[in-house]
């Protein structure tokens, strides 16, 4: 059988628990005597602390509300989107179709197919919007997302016209009669295909900065909630032999352990 | 803003993803721009991150220096839910970490978390004892 190898988070968790085993021993002791130490927070303080704790837990409940609409405001633009790159396919194809014929009255058809599909897209455009903002519409919406109480910190989500005119897609010409009709409409789709991808990778970083501090929020207003009830009956005198024993669970838990794997990959590896 | 930075023969400094180790004199120098930076005397790593104060920190640490919060819910959260249930009255200075984190200033966060380790000291003083209990702690001015 081969030897168990230990990684090196491994055996530095070994060893402070080494440490905070003796320390903890200490502590038994001192509880065990029953000497205790003046708290420095007495209960009236810590009852209006937790009072005022959990209020802002509420504030902040408003805040994830208003994340909430901008998340769904921006995967509604998302969407919008998604279905707009489709349409510019959709035109591209017909283009394409119509320079394989040189019948005047296919290529009429082929045109009007164009003209359709660019009342499709406007209608699309002015249809992606979520509680009436609209990111993606001829003269959008700009979106402002708060993330705290103050409103000292906040992202501004800038909306870019994506109707027809915004991604400038001109209406089919002489009933692309003459080729270079045609080819003007296949490089205003270019130039539009590029413009939608471009939108879509913005929209998503965005998103992802929102979806990040709503999470966080979210976790905030945990540790506010479950913290604050705590807070009233806080013993101090406990709490410090209550860390120690946290200090104990923690150094082979899985939260520390990939804390220490994600550090070594960062630059504090360097560090060693 | 311009940070100015002097460092002794041999010290180091994190910035940005790159470390800085100074030579065999006296350094100063400026920094300009928006890279995370550390000095030495604040870098926690996973072997001196020995206390559940100190893993708060060193997870705060790596959003800082990753400028990236998404650890929070893999490391962090985590790390702070169990340090309010074993100390609940640690949470007016949580919420102040917390808060500063979600404004997005992590290196305030970071001196915030320092004050939750000198907290997390004094309260593991007052239960290992000895006489530093009753001397110069803060929390004993209210005694008789």
Redesign the interface.
């Known amino acids: 059988m081969s030897d168990i190898t230990l990684s090196r ?1 491994v055996r ?1 968790n070994l060893l ?1 628990l080494q ?2 085993a003796e ?1 903890q021993s ?2 038994q002791m ?2 065990a005597t029953g ?1 205790k ?5 007495d209960n009236p303080t ?1 009852f209006f ?2 009072e005022g ?1 959990k209020s ?1 837990a509420s504030d902040l409940s408003r805040l994830l509300d208003a994340m909430g609409l901008a998340v769904k405001t921006l995967e509604a633009a998302d969407t919008g989107i998604t279905g707009l790159k489709k349409l510019v396919e959709t035109a591209q194809a017909v283009a394409r179709q119509a320079k394989l014929t040189s019948d005047p009255t296919a290529r009429a058809a082929y045109a009007a197919q164009f003209d359709a599909l660019r009342t499709q897209i406007d209608d699309l455009a002015k249809d992606s919007g979520y509680n009436g903002v609209n990111l993606i519409k001829g003269s959008p919406n700009n979106l402002t997302v708060v ?2 109480e ?1 409103s ?2 906040q992202l501004t989500v800038n909306g870019a016209a994506l109707d027809t005119a915004g991604l400038g897609i001109a209406a089919s010409a002489n009933n692309w009669a003459a080729d270079a009709d045609i080819d003007a409409a296949l490089t205003n789709l270019d130039a539009a295909t590029l413009k939608l991808r471009t939108q879509a990778s913005t929209f998503g970083a965005n998103l992802t900065v929102i979806k ?2 709503q ?3 979210n ?2 207003i ?3 909630t ?6 009233v ?2 013993d ?2 406990e ?9 104990t ?2 150094q082979l838990s899985q ?2 352990l ?3 794997a ?3 990959q ?3 590896r ?3 | 803003m311009t940070l100015k930075v002097e460092l002794k023969p041999g010290e ?1 400094i ?1 910035v ?4 800085i180790r100074n030579g065999e004199s006296r350094t100063r120098f400026h920094i300009e721009g928006e890279a995370p930076i550390l000095r030495e005397k604040d ?1 926690l ?3 001196t991150a ?4 100190k ?1 708060i920190y ?2 705060v ?2 959003m800082y ?2 400028g990236d ?24 200075l ?2 102040e970490i ?2 500063r ?4 200033d992590l290196y305030k966060a970071l001196k915030a978390v320092k004050q939750l380790i000198a907290y ?1 000291q ?8 000895g006489e530093r ?1 009753y001397q110069g702690s ?3 001015t ?2 008789p």
């Open positions: 988070g530095q402070s440490k905070t320390q200490a502590t001192r509880l000497r130490v003046n708290s420095a927070l810590n602390v937790s704790l802002r993330f705290n103050q000292t910190t990040n501090r999470e966080f929020t976790g905030m945990l540790s506010l479950t913290g604050a009830d705590g807070l009956l806080a101090q005198n709490e410090g032999a209550n860390l120690l024993a946290l200090n669970r923690q939260t520390a990939s804390l220490a994600q550090a070594d960062a630059v504090l360097l560090f060693g | 180091r994190i940005g993803t790159a470390l870098i790593t996973p072997a020995d206390s559940p104060g893993k060193l997870a640490q790596l220096l990753t919060l998404s650890g929070h819910n893999e490391f962090y959260f985590p790390l702070v839910q169990d340090f309010l249930k074993a100390a609940p009255s640690a949470l007016p949580i919420a917390n808060s984190i979600l404004a997005g997390e004094e309260l593991i003083a007052h239960a290992t004892g209990v803060a929390s004993d209210h005694a």
